[in-house]
């Protein structure tokens, strides 16, 4: 996998909010690849900056923020497009949201509209983005209707060709999910974006979806950013992991050396304080302290007021950069061999 | 587990809710939340109330203390020698009893009113039960219950806003145990917190179980958190309890094809315990629209005539030093098909 050229480029990525209190980074200097036909898992809490990261990529966020540095490489079709330095209303960006990276969110509810039906807002992306071109108006419309059926059947709903005309409230929680994730597949992405999507969803419906993206993964040769908060769900459907916490990359490694060769405090401690219904049943560890707010950022490294490691006078006087340890493994902490720098300066 | 007498003896509980239609509210059926459903409850120990949404799990736990009426059955409570039963009490006896019967919620955002201080919040039923009769007094009180949720006493003028979501639970469980009851019900007081912070909470919850000989009823729909919180677990399905039995029997024994689905598709932190999902096993059905039977058989593998047509009861399957009573035809056959976890620990 590694072999093959990134599909996505992040590079330093930086989001700044701007509130009371002046600006607030929600994202700091972020940096990571998407390689094709990969998952990769993107964990973090509340405040971590894993859903601003995603909306950076399609241009879509909130007013009130702003792409302050950093660069995202988008390879399509043999060309490169950069993302972040254009208008996010620019023709490079439009060509790219939703049609060739789509995004699909938590709640089914409210990301549809209630007053049409699936097959009408499914039926949009594709009549914007996918027809070929010289069909007369009703031809068009028999089309968009047979491409929304197929996308239907191939989410796994049972009767697409009756489900397509029903309203979102008429379907239930799992068929409503399913039919989200057609419309993120509308146009056949490279890739698609997907924040939590399996949070709101029951435990045996969440393991469907989980089943349904890494089966569409492979047979539509895509690649999914996949973001929880969910320690579990990223084990059973990610191929690489990006921890962050606070606006920061904490570590980055292939999903089989995030769970059992894991290098930051931060990753080893979720993965102590997290319940399982395998294996020995040891007290579980907490994390002490809660997430500090953006507002008022801890000095040095992001978690170190948190950090059972932490190192007195280093640790809470620099903050780390991300080093590679070993191939594909990133790690932000001086205990994993980040350079410290000299001099004591503060940044 | 030798004779130990039960707490809470719950028989027969049903919870009828009516369906009701347009502005005039007409009534055009019938939701059945809760049906028939028994259980005990024992002095000191945790039951944990497992199901998906719709399993009538909150409903049930409501209608120990009446937060809702509920359409039949007994809750007999024991105090002492004598028992009562809460569903017959008059209003002055049963402030009595819910003194000693607090619930714990899922959203401390929702639970804690914004325009009181975490002071008045934790001091509020003690004012009404004539615990306390003056500030100073209060105050003091207050300031313990603080301390022994970890929390600051310094910090009880602040609003509940000022306080993260860890921080509000931890209040809103001061508050529950402000008037020391002897059963807590916690409908998923983990839920709607952080990954970092869910540990703290469950670990808070059993040390207060320790100190103060608490019984918990523990409302879940996750099987991990389940798995370090409770010694007995009842699953529930459709307003029914399907298995109960102690923790052990349920994760290493399941017998019942409902709980082993749930275990089978509870996600495991570990990529190496990867397991094959199927992608269609059908998702709960509207509790409107009740299968006939066995309410799971539109989703069992298993399911034949007879659980089409007849109502499984609870039963002791007998087998095990432990009582474990299953509500399925066919248990005995399912038995020895699977065992979801067995099979993965190998590995």
Request: contains cysteine; aromatic residues 4%; proline residues 7%.
């Amino acid at each position: 996998m590694m072999d093959d050229l990134p599909l996505l480029e992040v590079v330093d990525l930086s989001v700044t909010f701007s509130s009371r209190e002046g600006e607030v980074f929600a994202v700091d200097k972020v940096s990571f690849s998407l390689f094709p036909n990969e998952v990769l898992g993107v964990v973090g809490e509340s405040g971590s900056g894993k859903s601003v990261t995603s909306l950076s990529i399609l241009r879509v966020l909130p007013a009130s923020s702003r792409i302050a540095n950093g660069s995202i490489f988008f390879r399509d079709e043999g060309r490169t497009i950069e993302l972040a330095n254009v208008d996010s209303e620019s023709e490079p960006v439009r060509s790219v949201r939703g049609r060739r990276i789509s995004m699909i969110f938590q709640e089914p509810m409210s990301a549809f509209s209630p007053l049409h039906t699936i097959g009408n807002q499914i039926g949009e992306a594709i009549a914007l983005h996918n027809l070929p071109p010289g069909l007369s108006r009703s031809q068009r419309k028999l089309e968009v209707r047979k491409q929304t059926i197929d996308l239907l059947a191939s989410v796994g709903m049972p009767t697409p060709e009756q489900l397509i005309d029903s309203y979102p409230h008429e379907l239930s929680g799992g068929m409503r999910q399913r039919a989200l994730i057609a419309m993120g597949l509308a146009c056949h992405p490279s890739i698609l974006i997907a924040d939590e999507p399996t949070t709101a969803l029951d435990v045996t419906l969440q393991s469907q979806v989980i089943a349904l993206l890494s089966r569409l993964r492979s047979e539509q040769e895509m690649s999914i950013i996949f973001i929880t908060h969910n320690l579990g769900v990223i084990a059973e459907i990610a191929d690489r992991v990006l921890v962050m916490y606070l606006g920061r990359e904490m570590e980055t490694a292939s999903v089989d050396d995030l769970f059992h060769n894991p290098k930051h405090p931060y990753t080893r401690a979720l993965i102590r304080s997290m319940p399982t219904i395998a294996g020995t049943l040891d007290t579980l560890i907490p994390i002490e302290g809660t997430v500090p707010s953006p507002n008022n950022l801890p000095t040095g490294c992001r978690f170190q007021t948190r950090c059972p490691e932490r190192v007195d006078g280093l640790c809470n006087v620099h903050e780390p950069v991300s080093i590679e340890i070993e191939p594909g493994h990133r790690v932000a902490c001086f205990l994993s061999g980040s350079p410290v720098p000299q001099g004591g300066t503060n940044d | 587990m030798t004779e130990v007498s039960p707490i809470i003896d719950v028989r027969n509980l049903s919870m009828k809710f009516d369906r009701v239609k347009g502005f005039r509210r007409s009534v055009i059926g019938q939701v059945v939340a809760v049906d028939d459903v028994s259980f005990t409850v024992n002095e000191g120990e945790t039951l944990a109330l497992v199901g998906e949404s719709g399993s009538g799990k909150t409903t049930t736990g409501r209608c120990l203390v009446r937060a809702i009426e509920p359409s039949a059955g007994n809750v007999f409570y024991r105090q002492g020698d004598s028992s009562v039963d809460v569903l017959a009490l008059e209003r002055r006896e049963l402030n009595e009893v819910r003194r000693k019967m607090r619930m714990v919620f899922q959203d401390p955002f929702a639970s804690l009113n914004p325009r009181m201080t975490v002071e008045q919040l934790i001091a509020e039923p003690l004012y009404i039960n004539n615990v306390v009769s003056d500030r100073t007094e209060a105050r003091a009180k207050v300031a313990e219950l603080l301390e022994m949720v970890q929390l600051d006493p310094q910090l009880m003028s602040r609003y509940p806003h000022t306080f993260s979501g860890g921080q509000r639970q931890r209040i809103a469980i001061a508050r529950t145990l402000s008037l020391e009851p002897q059963v807590v019900i916690a409908d998923e007081p983990v839920s709607a917190l952080d990954v970092s912070i869910q540990a703290q909470i469950l670990n808070l919850l059993k040390e207060l179980q320790r100190e103060r000989q608490l019984t918990y009823l523990f409302i879940s729909h996750d099987l991990a958190v389940v798995r370090y919180q409770s010694d007995r677990i009842a699953i529930m399905y459709l307003g029914r309890i399907v298995e109960i039995s102690t923790r052990d029997e349920i994760f290493e024994r399941p017998l019942h094809p409902y709980t082993q689905l749930l275990l089978a598709s509870s996600p495991i932190p570990d990529p190496r315990m990867k397991r094959i999902r199927p992608e269609t096993i059908g998702e709960v059905p509207d509790p409107a629209n009740r299968p006939s039977g066995c309410a799971f058989n539109t989703r069992c593998p298993y399911a034949t005539d007879i659980c089409r047509s007849e109502v499984p009861q609870l039963k002791e399957s007998g087998t095990a030093g432990e009582a474990h009573l299953v509500a399925c035809h066919l248990w005995e056959a399912v038995e020895l098909s699977q065992r979801p976890l067995e099979a993965l620990d190998g590995s």
